[in-house]
């Protein structure tokens, strides 16, 4: 089945330094990728889509100068939180979907950062 | 629209049944479910697009009501590893990107 890999799957940064989380698609090209934010026991909350080859598109409330989507190539999408803050500190997901596949989609192991 | 999820919590014990429901004001394009261990990724579980459909595998099976209103998923004789949270997800089609619920959490005692 679709794989999709995330790394680091764990960071610890300083208040003001900039973490980069990427996303590979490892047996599927994904010309979308999807990056998630989750509190504790909360749901899944969509910050972007990202689309190869041209800009992110940002939902409502997520500030886009502050988490930088580059989606370069057919199976790779990074998501950068500049200047973090502690309350930048969360669980981010990246998701993709096979369009061969089942129809449904294929999430990263997730990224725990912590900012300090 | 995020889909609304009930119950919030669930606690069983091992060989119960459960069920998990999904509902919007709106008809859905389609419904996603998947299964979250803590601390991991969530995992697909199905996908159902048409009104009166039913789909399983193994004792997990859900249902997509006539007016594609409400997904109901369906948990027999459970088992420890089914222990998680659920969600249900629902897409816009022509925004290719999904929208899940709030959550199930599912704590299957021994």
């Known amino acids: 089945g679709a794989v999709v890999s995330q790394h680091p799957s764990r960071v610890i940064c300083k208040s003001g330094t900039s973490v980069k989380i990427e996303c590979r698609s490892l047996d599927f090209q994904a010309t979308t990728m999807f990056w998630y934010r989750q509190f504790p026991k909360q749901s899944l909350m969509l910050m972007a889509t990202?689309?190869?080859?041209?800009?992110?598109?940002?939902e409502q409330g997520v500030e886009k100068d502050k988490f930088l989507i580059n989606h370069a190539s057919l199976t790779l999408s990074t998501l950068t939180v500049t200047s973090a803050h502690p309350e930048d500190s969360s669980f981010y997901i990246c998701?993709?979907?096979?369009?061969?596949?089942?129809?449904?989609?294929?999430f990263g192991s997730g990224t725990r950062l912590t900012v300090v | 629209q995020q889909p609304v999820q009930s119950p919030q919590a669930v606690i069983l014990r091992e060989g119960e049944d459960a069920v998990i429901n999904c509902s919007s004001s709106?008809?859905?394009?389609?419904v996603h479910w998947y299964r979250q261990k803590h601390g991991e990724a969530p995992v697909f579980l199905m996908i159902l697009l048409k009104g009166g459909e039913q789909k399983g595998h193994d004792k997990i099976s859900a249902s997509f009501n006539e007016k594609k209103q409400q997904s109901s998923l369906y948990l027999t004789a459970s088992q420890l590893s089914y222990s998680g949270t659920y969600f249900c997800?629902?897409?816009?089609?022509?925004?290719?990107?999904?929208?899940f619920g709030k959550g199930t959490r599912l704590h299957i005692l021994p």
């Open positions: 997800g629902t897409e816009k089609p022509t925004e290719d990107k999904i929208i």
């Open positions: 998701s993709a979907r096979d369009r061969q596949g089942n129809g449904g989609y294929t």
């Open positions: 990202s689309n190869e080859g041209s800009k992110a598109t940002y």
């Open positions: 709106k008809a859905l394009y389609s």
